[in-house]
């Protein structure tokens, strides 16, 4: 299975800041996802980065809020733009492994204040 | 609309008894079915699948069944073990017709505590 690193591990943000969510994956994948886990819910699937192309938002997720970067086949990044209380949340991001289920990251807990 | 859930949040057995995890779906679409377990601290990590086409799958201690007519699906963990108490989360996949790639939806989780 694919081996990915995520940083940061966690951080606490003051509101209306950014931050810069990383993960390099140890192979070369076509799509990597990025999910959100807030307090008690499930994980829910924020998009697909696709190595090119721009990435493909679920609903109720936008560009402007989480944008995304995947400038090759083994890395991607994930802003939380202008944050609020609200985005206090878990980020996770993944890739697929034909067969065998997908890979989690370790995971971002963001703690806005 | 909540596609797949875990309707127990939290399940205690017994060390070396059974523990039977549940999880039902409403979308007839999900045709691969996943279980993943995950620590504190740790993203979740892989335990076992199915596809529809089967009806069980099994590896070592851990059986997933699939009830397709009930759209029904239990992980089954025995003996279970104390490195076991985990949260457990089921996600179901279907292809997406414009990628042609899997994206998963998951449940809301099932917070395992084997008792020693």
């Known amino acids: 299975s694919a081996v990915i690193s995520q940083k940061p591990s966690r951080d606490i943000c003051q509101r209306g800041t950014s931050l810069t969510i990383q993960c390099q994956v140890d192979?070369?994948?076509?799509?990597m996802f990025w999910y959100r886990q807030q307090p008690g819910q499930s994980l829910t699937l924020i998009a697909t980065?696709?190595?090119?192309?721009?990435?493909?938002?679920e609903s109720g997720f936008v560009i402007d809020k989480f944008p995304i970067s995947r400038p090759n086949l083994t890395f991607s990044t994930l802003t939380v733009s202008n944050m609020s209380p609200e985005d206090s949340s878990i980020y996770l991001c993944?890739?697929?492994?034909?067969?065998?289920?997908?890979?989690f990251g370790s995971g971002t807990r963001l703690t806005v204040v | 609309d909540q596609q797949v859930k875990q309707n127990s949040p939290s399940l205690s057995v017994q060390e070396g008894r059974i523990s039977i995890l549940n999880c039902d779906y409403t979308n007839s679409m999900f045709d691969y079915f996943l279980w993943y377990k995950k620590y504190p601290a740790e993203g979740p990590t892989f335990l076992i699948s199915i596809s529809s086409i089967k009806d069980k799958n099994e590896d070592g201690r851990f059986t997933v069944f699939l009830n397709k007519s009930a759209k029904h699906l239990s992980l089954h963990i025995v003996p279970s073990q104390p490195g076991d108490s985990a949260v457990y989360f089921c996600?179901?996949?279907?292809?997406?017709?414009?990628?042609?790639?899997?994206?998963?939806?998951f449940g809301t989780g099932t917070r395992l505590t084997i008792i020693p």
């Open positions: 996600a179901a996949s279907r292809l997406l017709s414009n990628f042609g790639n899997e994206k998963l939806t």
């Open positions: 993944s890739v697929e492994v034909r067969y065998k289920g997908y890979t």
């Open positions: 980065a696709n190595q090119g192309s721009e990435a493909t938002y």
């Open positions: 192979s070369q994948v076509t799509m």
